[in-house]
């Protein structure tokens, strides 16, 4: 079965500090695993992905998010937040549902930047 | 880059009544399309995926006779929630893929919509 989970609910940093959002995943198979940003009131947005190519996968905004299969990790990374990352943030995993490819999308974790 | 568009973006409407929600891939033909709905502080729930020209695919739980989906171009997909009531109160969420292009899996998602019963 295929599941994710985001260890944090919430995540408050100081801004220039790092930034550390934890996903773990479930999957029968070899998965593609996704992290997107939503912001208030705006579209959902891709901000990288891995789908079995390099385990350091590099993204938009400075974010980076290392595949650790021995782990089932997916931690997404930033060295220096900014006020304007915060936002909700969701780690998705996608497998194969039948004739199509679904995406199942972890609780969300709440970013906020302190000044 | 891809872009999928909503609307509208807020409706509110009585109890009873009907809402159509329209999702359109603007800059590329979608074959296949999905409906999300987010409760607040919560993840994303798929409610079904459209595929244009054929009936659309309900997720356990979803009741297809309440929310009609049609995908009758590839650039447009309808989400029709009938008989509304204030449980239906949500964001509701389109995307779409561009199997054309060099990520074929990937999801281009729209802005949302707000629906408010009353």
């Known amino acids: 079965a295929q599941s994710v989970t985001q260890l944090d609910s919430h995540v408050s940093v100081s801004e220039g500090t790092p930034v550390l959002l934890r996903c773990n995943y479930s999957?029968?198979?070899?998965?593609?695993l996704f992290w997107y940003v939503q912001h208030p009131n705006k579209g959902l947005q891709l901000l990288l992905k891995?789908?079995?190519?390099a385990t350091l996968v590099k993204g938009i905004n400075g974010f980076e998010a290392e595949f650790k299969k021995s782990e089932t990790s997916f931690h997404l990374t930033k060295p220096s937040a900014h006020m304007s990352d915060a936002a909700e943030y969701f780690c998705v995993v996608s497998f194969r549902g039948g004739n199509n490819r679904k995406l199942i999308w972890g609780l969300g974790t709440s970013l906020a930047v302190n000044p | 880059g891809a872009v999928v568009s909503q609307h509208p973006s807020r409706v509110i409407c009585k109890s009873g009544t009907s809402v159509k929600i329209e999702c359109r891939s603007l800059d590329f033909q979608a074959t296949t399309m999905f409906w999300y709905r987010q409760f607040p502080k919560k993840s994303l729930m798929l409610m079904a995926t459209s595929n244009e020209g054929s009936k659309a695919t309900y997720e356990q739980g979803v009741e297809k006779d309440k929310f009609l989906i049609n995908h009758a171009s590839l650039t447009l997909s309808t989400l029709t929630v009938t008989s509304a009531h204030p449980e239906d109160s949500s964001f509701y969420i389109c995307?779409?893929?561009?199997?054309?292009?060099?990520?074929?899996?990937?999801?281009?998602f729209g802005p949302g919509t707000r629906l408010t019963v009353t």
């Open positions: 995307s779409a893929r561009d199997y054309t292009s060099q990520s074929p899996y990937e999801q281009y």
């Open positions: 999957s029968s198979y070899s998965p593609s």
């Open positions: 891995y789908t079995s190519a």
